[in-house]
């Protein structure tokens, strides 16, 4: 399917890959692309990097979608049939907001959110933010204001942990040491057993009362809870396998990149997941090196007062570099071809001279990601 069709059919866009390959650049484009073609897009991402918001015409991202302003597309010289906003998770925001939503009643939930131990939890604890990226999405595909939602997946270092995310969140929190606490504070009505007791008062000269105290009433809060906390990571989860959700692959040609691009694609089979698309950055073209060095000493005699001879061996020098980095990405391309299935949407963004800084270098890196293949390669 060609990544044009992607995007026309699906309503999410997630963005997979590993740091440094531009994954948060491709997901901007995409977005862009999309809503010059008509649509109210939304780009979600993680990446607080302030390069970001500044493409989009933005001081910065907030956790509430801004939408991209008329007089930017005018600056870059694009006209915008849709709409276009961009946020950055809240990773603590969202996580609160989920906390208000499954509490009993307003009580309890200003209790857990005050507890420093909870606290810690929606800032820290491994794998809260890709549940609440997760969670996050999950919200907004609801709100029905968006056609489409391009998410950029957490920088971490495995680029798939967000899959996981709901199941390492829910099982953390429902821990064995966690149910001893809330079955401890909730036998005897209330009363702690001699042998509980022995070990709170053990623990507390480490921790000290408060530390157990504070562990006590976070445990016995969530756990009142628990059950919708639960339904909800698991609709989290089951939302990422709808039929309106793509995935797209982002590497560049690099050996490493190449090897974790593989190793994504893998991974998402085991979880039922098939890779809509491959997006291939920074892709270096060969150039041609010149051959008639007659012509060349002519053409530079007439506007270099030099020596002709050392510029020459500079330029075959640099063109032969451009070519060996040329050929070097192609045998990276080819691997990633050869491994993966025909029916794989694929597409090139080429090495660029500068880095990406507006919209007018982010359209056109959306031009590429909808573009035919090159000649020789295959087809989407």
């Known amino acids: ?29 995409i977005a862009l692309r999309a809503a010059v073609g008509g649509k109210r897009v939304l780009c979600l991402t993680i990446d607080p990097a302030k390069r970001l918001a500044n493409s989009l015409g933005l001081d ?15 600056a870059a010289g694009l006209e915008c049939e849709g709409q276009l906003s961009a946020m950055m998770l809240d990773m603590k925001h969202t996580f609160d907001a989920l906390v208000e939503r499954h509490a009993s009643d307003p009580q309890r939930a200003r209790r857990i959110l005050d507890n420093r131990i909870y606290q810690y939890v929606s800032t820290s604890l491994a794998g ?16 029905g204001d968006w056609d489409l ?28 040491v966690m149910r001893w606490f809330v079955q401890t504070v909730e036998g005897s009505a209330g ?67 190449v ?5 994504f694609h893998d991974k998402l089979g085991d979880y039922g997941i098939e890779p809509h698309g491959l997006l291939v950055n920074r892709v270096h073209a060969p150039v041609a090196e010149e051959t ?12 270099y007062t030099g020596d002709a001879e050392v510029l020459i061996e500079r330029m075959r020098a640099a063109a032969a570099e451009q070519n060996g980095r040329a050929r070097g990405d192609r045998a990276g391309i080819e691997k990633l071809q050869q491994r993966l299935p025909e029916k794989v949407g694929y597409a090139e963004i080429p090495a660029m001279e500068t880095d990406v800084h507006d919209l007018a270098a982010l ?10 293949p090159p000649p020789g390669l295959r087809a989407p």
């Open 259 to 263: 090897a974790e691009a593989l190793y």
């Open 1 to 29: 399917m060609p990544l044009s069709d992607i995007l026309e059919s699906h309503r999410v866009i997630v963005c997979v890959g590993s740091g440094g390959v531009g994954k948060t650049t491709t997901s901007a484009a």
């Open 128 to 143: 809260t933010q890709e549940y609440m990226a997760m969670e996050k999405l999950y919200q907004l595909r609801r709100d």
């Open 60 to 74: 910065a991202l907030g956790h509430e979608p801004q939408r991209i302003g008329a007089e930017v597309f005018d």
């Open 191 to 257: 009363l702690i057993g001699k042998g509980a007791g022995l070990v709170l008062k053990g623990l507390s000269r480490f921790t000290g009362t408060e530390f157990l105290q504070l562990i006590n009433e976070f445990v016995t809060e969530i756990n009142s809870m628990f059950g919708g906390f639960q339904q909800r990571a698991q609709a989290v989860y089951d939302d990422l396998q709808s039929d309106d959700v793509a995935f797209l692959v982002v590497t560049s040609p690099a050996p490493a990149a």
């Open 149 to 176: 939602i391009v998410l950029d997946t957490p920088p971490t270092s495995n680029a798939l942990d967000f899959l996981d995310a709901p199941r390492k969140l829910v099982s953390a929190i429902d821990s064995p």
């Open 292 to 303: 008639d060095l007659s012509a060349l000493r002519k053409a530079i005699a007439a506007h």
């Open 363 to 372: 359209a056109r890196v959306g031009d590429h990601l909808t573009a035919e």
